[in-house]
């Protein structure tokens, strides 16, 4: 995809493929800028990445402490049912979802994409109950004796002893709404809300693509999800071997 991006037009469509390029071709990369407004679809995409990742976060934090921490009647029954839902294929929900976002007249604004991540994901969830359960009940005791409530407790114990499991809930979150692409392509119709992923789209046409432009819009793209993994990747280990911890 790199080196594609460098190459002249008849270079990419040479048969057989040629790896790299004969003549570095940098004008891509300020085309593909000019070609649609990237940094106005960079501005959603960040608005909606933001937003979400803040929303899942808390969300999924406060529903899996009073799954883990909080005894209540049905805790376990609501909770299978809970991780139940994880078994729906995400597509069969996608018409109902649409339908329902159509009523509420959210459609082709950035509501669909923001909002639903106020009530959290089961998967995440799940992770954080996981990993709340292995903080020794002792300590949240104490700070109850010393006479703090549920909230305070969660605030000023639970979270600043969970970082690396809300680290890794908030990477995945970015990822996911960073690389969407059928659910933003569903609910948006205005060109002036459309994400990164929408907009590299645009290269391609009827009857021909814009490979160079499109190649090079695509490496910019990627240039922060590939950072992103570099600084992280410890809590993308963590976020997949917590799921293995006692529950």
Same mark, same amino acid.
């Given at each position: 995809?790199?080196?594609?991006?460098?190459?002249?037009?008849?270079q990419?469509?040479?048969?057989?493929l040629?790896?790299?390029?004969r003549?570095?071709?940098?004008?891509?990369?300020p085309?593909?800028?000019?070609y %649609?407004p990237?940094?106005?679809? @960079? !501005?959603?995409t960040?608005i909606?990445?933001?937003? *979400?990742?803040? +929303?899942?976060?808390? &969300?999924?934090?406060?529903?899996?402490?009073?799954?883990?921490?909080?005894?209540w009647?049905?805790?376990?029954?609501?909770?299978?049912?809970?991780?139940?839902?994880?078994?729906?294929p995400?597509?069969?929900t996608l018409?109902p979802? %649409?339908?329902?976002y159509?009523? @509420? !007249?959210?459609?082709?604004?950035?509501k669909?994409? *923001?909002?639903? +991540?106020?009530?959290? &994901?089961a998967?995440y969830?799940f992770?954080l109950r996981q990993?709340?359960?292995t903080?020794p009940?002792?300590l949240?005791?104490?700070?109850?004796?010393?006479?703090a409530?549920?909230?305070r407790?969660?605030?000023n114990?639970?979270?600043?002893?969970?970082?690396p499991?809300l680290?890794?809930v908030?990477?995945?979150?970015?990822?996911?709404?960073?690389n969407?692409?059928?659910?933003?392509?569903?609910?948006?119709?205005?060109?002036?809300?459309?994400?990164l992923?929408?907009?590299?789209?645009?290269?391609?046409g009827?009857?021909?693509?814009?490979?160079?432009?499109?190649?090079?819009a695509?490496?910019?793209?990627?240039?922060?999800v590939?950072?992103?993994?570099?600084?992280?990747?410890?809590?993308f280990v963590?976020?997949?071997?917590?799921?293995?911890?006692?529950g």
């Amino acid at each position: 995809m790199a080196t594609t991006s460098l190459m002249p037009v008849e270079q990419i469509l040479e048969v057989p493929l040629t790896w790299v390029p004969r003549r570095y071709i940098w004008s891509n990369y300020p085309a593909a800028l000019i070609y %649609f407004p990237f940094f106005l679809f @960079l !501005r959603n995409t960040m608005i909606i990445c933001v937003f *979400t990742v803040v +929303a899942t976060v808390a &969300s999924c934090a406060l529903v899996a402490y009073g799954f883990s921490r909080i005894s209540w009647p049905g805790r376990n029954l609501v909770f299978a049912i809970l991780i139940a839902t994880m078994m729906i294929p995400y597509h069969v929900t996608l018409i109902p979802t %649409f339908l329902i976002y159509k009523w @509420l !007249r959210w459609l082709d604004t950035l509501k669909p994409l *923001t909002i639903p +991540a106020l009530t959290g &994901s089961a998967f995440y969830i799940f992770l954080l109950r996981q990993f709340f359960m292995t903080i020794p009940n002792d300590l949240s005791e104490m700070a109850e004796m010393d006479g703090a409530g549920d909230f305070r407790v969660f605030w000023n114990m639970i979270l600043p002893l969970s970082k690396p499991a809300l680290s890794a809930v908030a990477v995945f979150t970015f990822l996911g709404s960073w690389n969407d692409f059928l659910w933003p392509l569903l609910v948006l119709n205005s060109e002036d809300k459309y994400t990164l992923s929408l907009g590299l789209y645009r290269y391609i046409g009827r009857y021909s693509a814009q490979w160079g432009l499109l190649m090079a819009a695509c490496t910019m793209v990627t240039v922060p999800v590939i950072v992103l993994f570099f600084v992280a990747q410890r809590y993308f280990v963590q976020g997949i071997t917590l799921t293995g911890i006692k529950g």
